[in-house]
Each structure stands twice: as C-alpha cells, then as structure tokens.
Nanobody, 121 residues
C-alpha cells in the first residue's frame, strides 16, 4: 500500500501562486509515476500534470506554461508549482500515484485526500 498526503492549498488572488506538495510513504517502490488531478464543483475530475520516476513530465493544456511539476526522490515528494492562477483553477487538487500510465493521464492506483485551491477574482 502507498499513502499520499497533500499540502499547500489555500486561498489566493487571481495572478498569484501556490505550491502543492504530495508526500508518499509505504510501498513506494511500486510507484513509477505521480501526478495531480483536480475536481471543481459540478465537474468531472481532470488530469493536471504528472511526472515519472525518471523525470519525464506531462501537462494538461490548461496547465502548460503556468504550472510546473517536480519531484524530490530523496523525500518521496512531488510538487506542483502553480503560477498565474485563474479563478477557473479553483478546485480540489488530488495527488495520484501508480504505474507509468499515470504519466499519460490515466488513473493511478493510489489517491490522496485532496487539498483545496481557491482563486478569487
């Protein structure tokens, strides 16, 4: 089993920045990729970004140029740096981990509880 704990969400004005963190513990050797999804009220959960254990990254079109995903393998932690935030980025952000297919936006095996990001206009 793998446990994922997110942190870093909050309230920010449009144009501001936030950095989300996701710390993994447990059977981390089973993880080949980690990423982030988000779900806004009344909408389906959507892929945001992912990174493989080798450092390859993939982003949703909505995140390209504004968000950066990175990882610290020594800390088993993945980060999502979000800049130029917009009100439409408001959502519950979930960390996900699993096989390499997570990198291409397919659902992972393990999910965190989510951290709320609210962007005010």
């Amino acid at each position: 089993q793998v446990q994922l704990v997110e942190s870093g969400g909050g309230l920010v004005q449009a144009g501001g920045s936030l950095r989300l963190s996701c710390a993994a513990s447990g059977n981390i050797f089973s993880i080949s990729a980690m990423g982030w999804y988000r779900q806004a009220p009344g909408k389906q959960r959507e892929f945001v970004a992912a990174i493989s254990s080798g450092g390859n990254t993939n982003y949703a079109d909505s995140a390209k140029g504004r968000f950066t995903i990175s990882r610290d393998n020594a800390k088993n932690t993945v980060y999502l740096q979000m800049n130029s935030l917009k009100p439409e980025d408001t959502a519950l952000y979930y960390c996900v981990a699993g096989p390499i297919t997570v990198l291409v936006g397919l659902s992972g095996n393990y999910w965190g509880q989510g951290t709320q990001v609210t962007v005010s206009s």
